[in-house]
Every structure is written in structure tokens, then in C-alpha cells.
């Protein structure tokens, strides 16, 4: 806020048209990436209470837990020595 006090005042004083566009646009530069910071402030603290894809960290979603990875159940029960060819055990 303080370079955009600055261009401001700079802006005024001068007189030369070709450095006033240049002022001018800094100017907007500024103003701009202030009010996408602006936005981006808004935006964090109004956060809506059920955010999806955040189970576990957020207490008022509703939904199930995540399920665990299909690979890790179907290597405990399958490679086991009961689950091979006839339910007998090769070993």
C-alpha cells in the first residue's frame, strides 16, 4: 500500500505524458495484485465448513472413512497357505 501512496503522488506531480504511462501502469499493476490478495484473504476465511476431500480434519463432515486399498487386503488373504490350489498348502 505504500508503493501504491507513492505512484499516486508521483503520478500527480508529473507532467511528462510518456512517464505517466509508465506510472500509470505500475499503478495498475499494483491495484490488481492488491485485490487478488484481497480475494484470496476473503476467500480462506470464509472457507465453507464441509470441504470435501478433507476427511478426518474436518469434525461437521458427514460421509465414511476413506477405504483402505483394495491390493493390501487381496495379499494377506490370497497368498496365504490355506488359499492355494484344493484349500491344501503346497508346503
Known amino acids: ?3 501504491e501512496k507513492e505512484l ?3 503520478l500527480e506531480e ?3 505524458q510518456y512517464k505517466r504511462n509508465a506510472l500509470e501502469s505500475e499503478l495498475k499493476s499494483v491495484e490488481y495484485v492488491k485485490k487478488l490478495l484481497t480475494n484470496l484473504i ?3 476465511q470464509s472457507e465453507p465448513s464441509s470441504c470435501e476431500g478433507a476427511y478426518g480434519r ?3 463432515q458427514e460421509g465414511s472413512p476413506p477405504l483402505p486399498h483394495p491390493w493390501k487386503g ?6 496365504s497357505s490355506e488359499a492355494r490350489v484344493g ?3 503346497v508346503g
Do not use: D, I, V, Y
Not at 487381496?74 to 497368498?79: D, E, Q, R, T, V
Open 8 to 10: 499516486r503522488e508521483l
Open 87 to 89: 484349500g491344501r498348502g
Open 1 to 3: 500500500m505504500k508503493r
Open 74 to 79: 487381496l495379499a494377506k488373504g490370497s497368498f
Open 14 to 16: 508529473e507532467t511528462n
Open 58 to 60: 474436518n469434525p461437521e
Open 42 to 44: 476473503q476467500s480462506l
